[in-house]
């Protein structure tokens, strides 16, 4: 058939549907290319159709790419203009995200959609023209485009839950309540219930078909799951009795991590260790195995000092008075010798006994008076805090001599800090440790057997 014998398009479209309308006017259009492309003396073959199908396409690609920038200029302007005029920082994240990107893809993917199977037409040019080709193409590009559209929302709504997730973790109860893992979760669900619809779009099935079939697939999804099934308990468990959170100082020495935590997800917990390395530890083996939480220490605003210097027992021995009135002149001991005195005259007087019978009488040593001036010089130490424990005991002696231990708060738990206020601390007590007539215990080394050998 010659285009001059085709009857003039449908013009009166009274009592017929929108949808036929739409259809008899995309159909108007086909003429009418064809008409501008190879006039009024040509067949209507499958290679003229497919030349006029494919530019009347080109055509609709145009106008969803120019709907593109419209939408996208016009929701992204307004968004913007309302961010910048609010006095608020959170909404700023509405602007970083890709979420208006895919929102305006949506709009071109839609125009598609609706026009595909209306573009390629196989009854465009009448029933007599239909071809197999033409029907085919229109619905692959129908299924590409409802794929499309299923994987924009899907993307959408990610970039919902990650402006979400950005603005949670702006305020300080993040740290308390990761909300990462159940962000995680919804995501998870997001995709799966996005691959059975697209699922169901190339297969040309209800999703209903797809839903009900996963119930006998039921053991198969716990089994592909399980990591994520048992994060998710592990996650509520861990935020609901608080028991580690972000920016935690935790210790697992089975996994090596041993530092600050950087992020609770659904599956792993990340730790950057103190040398900057960085390690995974699986989020249900904090609910199944052990681990330390340091954080108590951290709120606390103190850090234990716990550490023992070892005396040789040979040096321990009863004061000298002479060495007594020497005593007597410090003046963290000087409250000290006075009571004690008084408090060990009054029991040899009241035994019997005089200060020359070392066995029988009580008296000063000079361990117990270092222990002594350990335990005031603490007290009166600016980086100890007075309101926690402070002990000096004995350990029970050994190999390596008597074992004096100092049990401590500072009032500064920075590590560097603490470090520094320690350090200091044991170096006076270590050079001052002569003054009571007392040895530190350390093994022999060479130079000292050296030496020895030297002597005999």
């Known amino acids: 058939m010659k285009i001059s014998e085709l009857n003039t398009p ?23 290319i064809l008409d501008l492309i190879f006039g009024g003396n040509s067949d209507i073959g499958l290679a003229q159709q497919l030349v006029v199908n494919f530019v009347l396409f080109a055509i609709v690609l145009a106008v969803a790419v120019a709907a593109y920038f419209i939408t996208r200029k016009i929701i992204y302007g307004a968004v913007a203009k309302i961010v910048r005029a609010t006095p608020n920082n959170w909404d700023d994240e509405l602007l970083k995200s890709k979420l208006f990107t895919w929102v305006s893809l949506l709009v ?48 959408s709504l990610m970039s919902v839950l990650n402006i979400i997730e950005r603005i949670y973790n702006r305020y300080e109860v ?5 909300l990462k893992s159940f962000l995680q979760v919804i995501k998870v669900v997001i995709f799966t219930v996005s691959l059975i619809f697209i699922i169901s779009s190339v297969m040309g099935k209800s999703p209903l078909f797809i839903f009900s079939g996963l119930g006998a697939a039921t053991a198969i999804l716990m089994l592909i799951f399980k ?31 041993d530092g600050e935590v950087e992020e609770v997800a659904l599956t792993t917990v990340k ?47 009863v004061l000298k008075p002479e060495e007594i009135e020497k005593m007597r002149q410090i003046t963290l001991l000087k409250d000290y010798i006075i009571s004690k005195e008084a408090e060990i005259t009054a029991w040899n007087t009241e035994q019997g006994v005089t200060s020359h019978e070392l066995v029988n009488a009580r008296a000063l040593t000079n361990i117990g008076t270092f222990r002594a001036y350990v335990v005031e010089y603490l007290k009166s130490h600016p980086n100890i805090d007075e309101a926690e424990t402070i002990l000096v005991r004995h350990l029970s002696p050994g190999d390596n001599g008597l074992p004096i231990e100092i049990y401590a708060f500072s ?9 520094g206020i320690q350090s200091d601390i044991f170096d006076h007590l270590m050079a001052i440790t002569p003054e009571f007539g007392l040895r530190l215990f350390q093994r022999p080394s ?11």
Request: glycine fraction near 6%; include cysteine.
């Open 108 to 155: 071109p993917v839609a125009i598609v959609l609706e026009t595909a199977l209306l573009v390629f037409d196989g009854d465009a040019f009448g029933a007599d023209k239909q071809n197999s080709i033409i029907v085919g193409i229109g619905e692959i590009l129908l299924i590409v485009s409802q794929v499309t559209a299923i994987v924009l929302i899907m993307f």
């Open 271 to 317: 730790v950057c260790n103190w040398d900057k390395t960085v390690t995974t530890v699986p989020t249900y083996a904090l609910i199944s195995d052990s681990f330390k939480n340091w954080s108590g220490m951290s709120e606390s605003g103190v850090r234990r000092m716990k550490r023992a210097m070892h005396f040789d027992m040979q040096s321990v021995r």
């Open 411 to 419: 009032n500064d738990n920075a590590w560097v800090n603490f470090e």
């Open 174 to 178: 993040s740290k308390k309540l990761p």
């Open 227 to 257: 990591d994520a099934i048992l994060g998710l308990v592990a996650g509520i468990q861990l935020s609901a009795n608080q028991m580690v959170s972000v920016g935690d100082w935790i210790e697992m020495p089975k996994f090596g991590a």
């Open 446 to 456: 060479g130079l000292d057997l050296s030496s020895t050998r030297f002597a005999d």
């Open 10 to 32: 449908v013009t009166e479209v009274e009592g017929l549907t929108v949808a036929q309308v739409e259809e008899l006017a995309v159909h108007d259009w086909h003429y009418k």
